[in-house]
């Protein structure tokens, strides 16, 4: 792979190196640890990878991280899997998240906004005031530190204070939003078993009120655990039979009481898309949490009291949980929840603009409907105050770095980052003291020993291979629940190369240190020899303007041929004539490579997502092998299972 972007899209200049805090950590931790003093952020990386646990210790001084039992070491055992961080050490997450309250008890510590766009805020005091309250009568149910505390919520203050309560008491809190339907929600929640399910009656989106209170009641039937229901009236019905009133829960004047726990004591469960199976229930640790999120937020994303954080999100997603961190930092949070694009495509800018969001984080996707739809963000709205526009989900296409370049302003620092549910968090993404060069991730995380390995298991540079990450990082899981032997967790990272973990993303490191994100390994394109990610035809095709999304599947054919259809879901008015289909190849064929144009190009009703929105490739690539629609994909964990039967039809007919 040759560079193509030798000159960067944006330089971060000289004050805003000055000012940022990983600069400020750099300097402090060459003082203090021996962290190289020059070099900037290239050397203090290499330094912290090389020298792990002084690194990860020097950053919990300089976050001023309390522990309230002191750790033996940092690095107990650094195998994969199975590293010990911090053994000894017992603090708690809530506790760090709510420290602002004791400094800035008036100030903001959430923005609350809905359809109307108004933001309303919670104070910290507020804040810690509920968490308080709700934290004593959880303790009061019987919820003891191990249980597990289910939300059924959207994106709203409740779900915080629910979530930081459970942390309080040393309890492990598990969301679902409530979109998710009742399948979905019980193929997450039965494998955890809680005692206390949190949830709405209903919720808005797109102008529409979603009565949600017979799912509730089958979620209550069906989870036999339950101690207690909480009901929190967001459509302003009366509660159930039997269920808790949030607002009595909530009522107490009462200061927190933080359980202390150990450092890797469960936080939280995540759960994996689960297309193909039951979702895998990622746990993931207190302690390693509060870290890696005050690593990313505080140094990657340069977030302090001064800011304030938007990311468009839903409790059923990792970057919920990220958001929520941001309180970690003594940021104000913004928290929105609603239809993306509702009234308007433009929705999201609108409500950057009048919460004041200084870093606004969306998904690759929303940027490009926004190019498409010809939305002017800078022209219309008051975006002074944001610094950084960071996108996750699918890698940003080169369009969509230049066309936020063009169209919020030349000086706006933009972060494509690239992680995973897995880990909470990111392996590279933003760094406010590097330059960003068009699609292109500025550099690995700092602590993260991230490189591009080839099918032997070697490292290349300037070269497609296998995302991987040789060391251990706090927010890997510490298990995954109901795997007592550890198979499924070994299966899913540690299976290919043993010791290092394989996220399944194909890569490129540049020679310049920088991350070029290239999809998912295990739905690659691979025609004579030749590999391609997803993501670099459905960034060379969906820039046509009859083109709202595509879906591209490799499948190797029984008599060793190669079959590569590529689906298209037209915009509305537009059809797929031979003129079309002609720029369609052209495009690919100029654009990435003769060999990646499609054998066939096929119209279809629509593409199907997972239920956090991401484009579902090997499940469909298994239909069109004959799979079974039962056997290829997890109904519940589809956005539209209805699409689905389009490919199994497809299959039936060529087979």
């Not at 031979?578 to 369609?584: H, N, Q, T, V």
Request: charged share 20%.
């Amino acid at each position: 792979m040759t560079i193509l972007n030798p000159e960067p899209l944006w330089r971060p200049d000289p004050q805003r190196i000055a000012q940022a805090q990983v600069t400020r950590f750099q300097a402090w931790a060459a003082d203090q640890h021996g962290a190289p003093s020059e070099g900037g952020y290239p050397a203090l990386h290499r330094w912290s990878v090389d020298e792990l646990d002084t690194f990860w210790e020097a950053l919990t001084q300089w976050f001023d991280v309390r522990f309230s039992a002191p750790y033996t070491r940092v690095l107990g055992d650094r195998s994969m899997p199975g590293a010990q961080w911090f053994p000894g050490a017992t603090l708690n997450y809530a506790e760090h998240a709510l420290r602002a309250a004791a400094t800035r008890p008036a100030e903001p510590a959430l923005l609350y906004v809905d359809e109307t766009h108004e933001p309303s805020p919670v104070t910290w005091s507020e804040l810690r005031r509920q968490v308080g309250s709700l934290a004593a009568e959880l303790r009061a149910l019987g919820v003891r530190p191990g249980d597990r505390i289910s939300g059924y919520l959207p994106n709203i203050p409740q779900a915080v204070v629910a979530l930081l309560a459970t942390a309080a008491v040393g309890g492990v809190w598990t969301s679902c939003a409530p979109d998710f339907g009742a399948r979905s929600v019980l193929d997450r929640f039965q494998q955890v078993e809680p005692v206390v399910l949190f949830t709405v009656d209903g919720y808005r989106y797109g102008g529409k009120e979603h009565d949600r209170r017979d799912v509730v009641a089958e979620l209550r039937a069906e989870l036999p655990t339950l101690r207690a229901v909480v009901h929190i009236p967001l459509l302003g019905t009366e509660p159930p039979r039997g269920a808790l009133e949030w607002s009595a829960l909530t009522a107490a004047d009462e200061a927190p009481v933080f359980e202390q726990v150990p450092f890797d004591h469960p936080l939280w469960v995540l759960y994996s898309s689960g297309t193909t199976g039951l979702p895998k229930a990622i746990v993931q640790s207190q302690g390693g949490i509060l870290v890696e999120h005050l690593k990313q937020l505080g140094l990657h994303c340069d977030l302090g009291p001064e800011d304030r954080f938007f990311w468009y999100t839903s409790t059923g997603w990792m970057m919920w949980n990220f958001l929520v961190s941001g309180l970690l930092t003594g940021t104000t949070i913004v928290l929105y929840d609603g239809s993306p694009g509702y009234p308007d495509t433009a929705a999201q800018w609108r409500i950057a603009e009048r919460t004041g969001a200084t870093l606004y984080g969306t998904s690759a996707a929303y940027v490009m409907a926004c190019r498409k739809a010809e939305v002017h963000p800078s022209r219309d709205f008051d975006l002074s105050k944001v610094q950084c526009v960071a996108t996750t989900g699918s890698p940003l296409p080169p369009d969509g770095f230049r066309w936020l370049h063009d169209e919020v302003r030349e000086n706006l620092w933009i972060a494509s980052v690239s992680g995973g549910t897995d880990v909470c968090s990111c392996f590279a993404g933003a760094v406010p003291t590097l330059p960003v060069h068009t699609g292109e991730l500025q550099a690995p995380g700092l602590g993260t020993d991230l490189q591009s390995w080839d099918a032997q298991g070697h490292p290349v540079i300037d070269e497609v291979g296998e995302l991987v990450v040789t060391n251990p990082m706090p927010s890997m899981p510490v298990r995954f629940w109901n795997d007592p032997d550890g198979s499924r967790y070994h299966d899913s990272y540690f299976d290919t190369y043993p010791g290092v973990w394989r996220h399944g993303d194909w890569i490129t490191v540049t020679s310049r240190g920088s991350i070029v994100i290239h999809g998912r390994s295990d739905s690659t394109l691979n025609r004579q020899g030749v590999r391609m990610g997803s993501a670099d035809i459905y960034e060379v095709v969906e820039r046509l303007p009859e083109i709202k999304e595509s879906l591209v599947i490799g499948i190797e054919q029984p008599d060793g041929g190669y079959w590569m259809p590529l689906f298209v879901h037209l915009a509305p008015g537009a059809a797929l004539d031979e003129a079309l289909l002609g720029r369609i190849k052209q495009a690919i064929r100029e654009q990435l490579s003769p060999r990646h144009i499609p054998d066939e190009v096929i119209e279809v009703p629509g593409v199907p997502h997972t239920l956090t929105g991401k484009r579902i490739e090997v499940p469909v690539k298994r239909l069109l092998q004959g799979t079974p629609l039962e056997k290829a994909v997890n109904p519940g964990s589809i956005d539209n299972l209805d699409l689905l039967h389009f490919y199994e039809n497809l299959a039936r007919e060529r087979a």
